[in-house]
């Protein structure tokens, strides 16, 4: 059993700063990509960030420069810094991550999701 437990979601104002987190806890041998995927109310997921397991990030154009997404693979921890946030950046907003449970077996794994808010 594997599970992501994500966390750092709040009220905010405009141009605030948020930082989620995400860790994954059970049986794990290593875990490749991780990232942030967010939904809005009436809209789709959408993407927001993925890292691969060397560090590389991938950023959704209208993130770039404003969140930056890292991650400490000791921990099995996925973080997200949000920066000059946007009533628009309202949403709840999921962690993933691809898991290698053994050589033999791999699964993607979705956290329940930690509400960000961004209102005057």
């Known amino acids: 059993q594997v599970q992501l437990v994500e966390s750092g979601g709040d009220l905010v104002q405009p141009g605030g700063s948020l930082r989620l987190s995400c860790a994954a806890s059970?049986?794990?041998?290593?875990?490749?990509?991780m990232g942030w995927y967010r939904q809005a109310p009436g809209k789709q997921r959408e993407m927001v960030a993925t890292?691969?397991?060397?560090?590389?990030?991938n950023y959704a154009d209208s993130m770039k420069d404003r969140f930056t997404i890292s991650r400490n693979n000791a921990k099995n921890t996925v973080y997200l810094q949000m920066n000059s946030l946007k009533p628009e950046d309202t949403a709840v907003y999921y962690c993933?991550?691809?898991?290698?449970?053994?050589?033999?077996?791999?699964?993607?794994?979705w956290g329940q999701g930690t509400q960000v808010t961004v209102s005057s």
């Open positions: 890292i691969t397991s060397g560090g590389s990030p």
């Open positions: 059970g049986s794990i041998f290593s875990i490749n990509a």
């Open positions: 993933t991550a691809d898991v290698i449970i053994t050589t033999l077996r791999r699964n993607s794994y």
